[in-house]
């Protein structure tokens, strides 16, 4: 994702100072990233770093490092922040000792639900694509391979919901949008290939002026949705030249004058997290245009 992410100036152009103000804006002295109240938060604080990497931004990478070291092997934090001090130290380039890493990968492997994937919380039955996706994310993060994969592959198969789409529970009638992006790419990233409906099952989400809605039950596009279907969408080798417009558009609309992003029409706030998506979906929409 990062790696698309840094094609975002190419399309940001002057703006991209804006942009990157915006980020440095909201990172506080303590070496984390400000949350929407303003306080430090390890889940902001990495969209903050990757949103600083991808603009081709010197990082605060001493101030952050010690921001990330207080939070130890993850005594205390649940799985989804787990996974991003792990990203963090990616971002960083600075690895936890092997001792740590262990650790740390013991506090994910707790989450490891009895279908064989990974749930966000402990001691659950079914896994969530949002959780196999983070999972694979920490321990490439931490320079590990992931084990019994087949486990997390059967985890996604009874995710697959009514209509072709992935939920992040079994037996749903109607597939949500970042989930069947997140398992598109927990596929690819377990070498195998999406079924063909599961890109047109996205291409259906866009709208004609931009953006891609959350599930059919939501009538208003995001910029999560969009930046995770584009995404799952270049991966799978689909064509995306007609989206490119409307979808820049889109993009543009939620953008503010102080640099950072909305994450929908309806949001007052902007922050580090959508920030960064915006950067992904402008990288791929950047991408196509190249």
Same mark, same amino acid.
């Given at each position: ?207 004609? %002026? *931009? =953006? $891609? ?8 596009? #995001?910029?999560?949705? @969009?930046?995770? +279907? !584009?995404? &799952? ?24 004058? %102080? *640099? =950072? $992003? ?8 902007? #922050?580090?997290?959508? @920030?960064?998506? +915006? !950067?992904? &979906? ?9």
């Amino acid at each position: 994702m990062l790696q698309v992410a840094r094609l975002a100036p190419t399309q940001l152009g002057e703006s991209r100072e804006l942009v990157a103000g915006f980020l440095r804006g909201h990172f506080n002295p303590d070496g984390g990233f400000q949350d929407r109240t303003g306080a430090s938060d390890l889940y902001y604080t990495v969209f903050g770093l990757d949103g600083l990497v991808a603009l081709h931004e010197e990082l605060p990478v001493d101030l952050s490092a010690a921001y990330l070291d207080r939070f130890g092997d993850g005594a205390g934090l649940d799985f989804v922040h787990v996974c991003c001090l792990a990203r963090g130290w990616a971002a960083l380039q600075r690895r936890p000792d092997s001792a740590r890493i262990e650790r740390l990968l013991g506090r994910i492997e707790e989450c490891r639900s009895e279908d064989g994937g990974y749930a966000t919380t402990r001691g659950a039955e079914f896994g969530s694509a949002y959780g196999a996706f983070l999972a694979i994310g920490a321990y490439q993060d931490l320079g590990r391979t992931i084990p019994a994969s087949e486990g997390i592959l059967t985890s996604l198969e009874g995710l697959r919901a009514t209509d072709g789409g992935f939920g992040n529970h079994p037996r749903l009638p109607t597939g949500i949008t970042t989930a069947t992006a997140a398992a598109v790419m927990v596929l690819r990233q377990l070498d195998r290939q999406p079924e063909r409906e599961v890109g047109m099952w996205l291409l259906e989400r866009c709208q004609p %002026r *931009g =953006g $891609f809605l959350a599930s059919t039950n939501i009538p208003m596009p #995001d910029l999560l949705s @969009t930046a995770t +279907a !584009l995404h &799952a969408l270049a991966a799978m080798h689909v064509p995306l030249g007609g989206l490119v417009e409307p979808c820049l558009d889109f993009v543009d609309s939620l953008w503010t004058n %102080r *640099g =950072g $992003f909305f994450g929908t029409w309806a949001d007052e706030t902007a #922050d580090c997290e959508y @920030t960064y998506y +915006a !950067l992904l &979906a402008l990288g791929h929409l950047s991408l196509v245009q190249s």
